[in-house]
């Protein structure tokens, strides 16, 4: 079966899980010919660089107008036709002529729209699975023809319900997350490990005073991990004795298996990778109305707490008691334990046997040039 995955590099939570996925759609027993797509790519190659530089811009500057559209299409109409209409119709038809798939998965909720609207105006009849990645079910994600949603957990799927998906259509997946997440490993060491961590963006703290109360208050090894932001690396790289700082690293399950306890910017992918990790989550300053959700998430599943930063002496005041409490890790950790047996009751490919066996392959359903909500 050929199957395309559309992603994008918003940050890299939609590419890791699109990574994920090929890589548990690969240890199936079925023959897969699976290839993932950037659909930003693909549509736009020549402005692709520049989308994706003003998104990276308007995320670590100000919020505001990412928050205040998100908030504004939240319950807005579902199935609503892509920007770019135009344009993602005709590259889509492109797409599908030259990788001629038999199935669609997308972890953007812009390629679900590309695809829906697509299959809406051509009568294609490829089925498309969407991969929610948060703890949302916001409109955006929501198209008629969808023909199934994977969900990361309970809440989400009361969300679709409620804005009018089938029950049958919604799946609980979790959010994917590689295999080397979900491995054991071993955390008996002589001292507390603290890992902080900003997402492929590295959004931390930019005040050094914060990092200079943290090395001198927080009895444990600390690594700082800047993503992409070597201005943030180089400020500092070196200043402390008790905490080692990184850029951009490969091997993030590393490092998440020997922490203790990760304080991190609450995105979806992050969020599921410390679950599979059974490291506690300090959600720190969720900005974006999504990280939002997560840090709801989990502090509402009791596998960590959210954490905004007024005055940094409290925040590391804060930190320090969490990673002093054994007791209180050990109970996150159970809490993560519990979510994971959870989890491993639907994966993936039972989405995919689900749909496959549901949905006929390939072909063209009855025109409906006029069903969307222009």
């Given amino acids: 079966m050929k199957i395309l995955i559309l992603t994008g590099k918003f940050g890299m939570g939609h590419m ?11 240890k199936s027993e079925e023959a897969h010919d699976i290839e993932i797509i950037d659909w930003i790519e693909y549509l736009t190659p020549h402005c692709a660089r520049y989308i994706y530089g003003s998104y990276t811009s308007l995320i670590r500057r100000n919020t505001f107008f990412y928050n205040r559209r998100y908030i504004q299409l939240e319950n807005s109409h579902t199935d609503r036709k892509p920007e770019q ?37 051509s009568g294609c009849r490829i089925p498309l699975i969407t991969c929610i990645t948060d703890i949302t079910g916001h409109s955006e ?35 994917p997350v590689r295999d080397k997440f979900k491995a054991s490993a071993s955390k008996t060491k002589s001292r507390p490990k603290l890992l902080l961590a900003g997402g492929g963006l590295g959004i931390l703290p930019k005040n050094l005073d914060f990092y200079k109360l943290l090395n001198a208050s927080v009895p444990a090894d600390i690594t700082v991990i800047t993503g992409n932001n070597q201005k943030l690396r ?29 304080v991190t910017k609450p995105g979806g992918i992050t969020t599921f990778e ?22 709801d998430f989990i502090v509402r599943h009791h596998i960590g707490e959210q954490l905004m930063i007024f005055d940094d002496y409290q925040t590391v005041m804060d930190i320090a008691r969490f990673i002093n409490n054994p007791a209180r890790i050990e109970y996150c950790k159970s809490h993560m334990r519990f ?10 490919n039972t989405v995919i046997h689900a749909v496959t066996h549901t949905y006929m392959l390939g072909g063209t359903l009855p025109h409906e040039r006029y069903s969307f909500n222009f």
Avoid at 109 to 115: E, I, L
Avoid at 339 to 348: F, I, N, S, T
């Fill in 339 to 348: 979510m994971k047996e959870q989890l491993e009751a639907c994966p993936l």
């Fill in 16 to 26: 890791k899980a699109a990574l994920a996925i090929k890589e548990e759609l690969t």
């Fill in 85 to 121: 209409a135009l344009a993602c119709s005709l590259r889509m038809s492109r797409l599908i002529r030259e990788k001629q798939p038999d199935l669609i998965i997308s972890v953007l909720a812009y390629c679900s729209k590309a695809v829906s609207y697509y299959k809406a105006i």
């Fill in 141 to 175: 994600w929501i198209n008629r023809h969808t023909n199934a949603y994977a969900a990361g957990s309970e809440e989400v799927r009361e969300f679709l319900i409620q804005k009018g998906v089938s029950e049958e259509q919604i799946f609980i997946t979790g959010i």
């Fill in 274 to 295: 410390a679950i599979h990790s059974e490291t506690p989550i300090i959600a720190l300053n969720p900005k974006l109305h999504q990280e939002k959700y997560n840090a």
């Fill in 234 to 262: 180089q400020k500092l790289q070196g200043r402390f004795d008790n905490i080692q700082v990184l850029g951009y690293v490969d091997n993030m399950d590393t490092y998440l298996h020997e922490a203790d306890l990760i």
